[in-house]
């Protein structure tokens, strides 16, 4: 069993930066692959981005290439999305997710390959 909670979001300008991070609970999380997807008002969950548990490969939606990285500290248990460069668009709110999978090839955009949720952050971008 794996709890995911979220933290870092706001209200940022446009062009600018915000770190999210997500903490998770349960002694295997490092087992598991971590991503962030979003919903923004009206509109269906979109995946945002996906790590697997040695952190060396990452997957980004085409949104957010150049602009968001994600990264993980299994010894901390914690997911991060660092967002740069954010536009009135990337305004949803973002949650955090798990997967005991072992690995997400394009099925990381479906929302029933991800086991686990965190509660959600929201993010809103001014222009």
């Known amino acids: 069993q794996v709890q995911l909670v979220e933290s870092g979001g706001g209200l940022v300008q446009a062009g600018g930066s915000l770190r999210l991070s997500c903490a998770a609970s349960g002694r295997t999380f490092s087992n598991y692959v971590a991503g962030w997807f979003r919903q923004a008002p009206g509109k269906e969950r979109e995946f945002v981005a996906r790590?697997?548990?040695?952190?060396?490969?990452?997957y980004s939606t085409d949104s957010v290439k150049g602009r968001f990285t994600i990264s993980r500290d299994n010894a901390k248990k914690t997911v991060y999305l660092q967002m740069n460069s954010l536009k009135p668009e990337d305004t949803a709110v973002y949650y955090c997710?798990?997967?005991?999978?072992?690995?997400?090839?394009?099925?990381?955009?479906?929302?029933?390959?991800?086991?686990?949720w965190g509660q959600g952050t929201q993010v809103t971008v001014s222009s």
């Open positions: 790590i697997y548990w040695s952190g060396s490969s990452t």
């Open positions: 997710v798990a997967s005991s999978r072992i690995a997400l090839g394009p099925r990381a955009h479906l929302v029933s390959e991800w086991d686990y």
